[in-house]
Nanobody, 118 residues
């Protein structure tokens, strides 16, 4: 499966953005998908994740109550709605996928830059 993240941009603190992760491949609907981010000089952070049927979701403490992950399997797309953005949310955001029952994200897309100005 191939993944492509989009929707990044330059916004002001307090604004919102919605990222999209579009996938190719017929197995997308069976995969767990996660969003990660990496800021310059910092380690990659696992931000949010969603199970194949959307029954299980994960959020990092740093984004809880501000970010919402969702998916539309008919469109092979996972979304990350980001509200109340902060300058510390500035990073390159990546989406990744792993098979159910595994712990390794084996499929990665190219990132999309999110920049939040104060």
């Amino acid at each position: 499966v191939q993944l492509q993240a989009s929707g990044g941009g330059l916004v002001q603190a307090g604004d919102s953005l919605r990222l999209s992760c579009a996938a190719s491949g017929r197995t997308f609907g069976t995969l767990y998908v996660g969003w990660f981010r990496q800021a310059p000089g910092k380690e990659r952070e696992y931000v949010a994740g969603i199970s194949a049927g959307s029954f299980s979701k994960y959020y990092a403490d740093s984004v809880k109550l501000r970010f919402t992950i969702s998916r539309d399997n008919a469109k092979n797309t996972v979304y990350l709605q980001m509200n109340s953005l902060k300058p510390e949310d500035t990073a390159v955001y990546f989406c990744a996928a792993r098979s159910a029952g595994t712990t390794t994200f084996g499929h990665w897309g190219q990132g999309t830059q999110v920049t939040v100005s104060s």
